[in-house]
Nanobody
Framework: EVQLVESGGGLVQAGGSLRLSCAAS????????IAWIRQGPGKEREGVSC????????YYADSVNGRFTTSSDNAKNTVFLEMKGLKPDDTAIYYC?????????????????????WGQGTQVTVSS
């Protein structure tokens, strides 16, 4: 059974930084694509970033590109989301999600909010 556990959320002032972690079990990172999804108060779910740990390729939403960085430690089965230059609009619950890699191309090229396995989420609050 795939389990994803997020940590690292908290309260930070605008312009600050946070690092989220997603500890994965029941899977091998190289066989899965891992994405971060967020849902702010009164907002739709939004895909933030995705990584294919098998080759390290990364993808970002325009809203976070240049501010957020996703990476993986395959030996520890953990994925990270480094967030810098945080804005109040980044306030949301951040979820780690996973889906098996496809043979034809990276699962990151598909819709991240459709990924099958979800963590419980971690709250990020950015004050102005």
């Amino acid at each position: 059974e795939v389990q994803l556990v997020e940590s690292g959320g908290g309260l930070v002032q605008a312009g600050g930084s946070l690092r989220l972690s997603c500890a994965a079990s029941g899977l091998t990172l190289g066989d899965f694509a891992i994405a971060w999804i967020r849902q702010g108060p009164g907002k739709e779910r939004e895909g933030v970033s995705c990584i294919s740990p098998s080759d390290g390729s990364t993808y970002y939403a325009d809203s976070v590109n240049g501010r957020f960085t996703t990476s993986s430690d395959n030996a520890k089965n953990t994925v990270f989301l480094e967030m810098k230059g945080l804005k109040p609009d980044d306030t949301a619950i951040y979820y780690c999600v996973a889906d098996p890699e496809r043979s034809s191309r990276s699962s990151c090229r598909y819709i991240w909010t459709d990924f099958g396995s979800w963590g419980q989420g971690t709250q990020v609050t950015v004050s102005s």
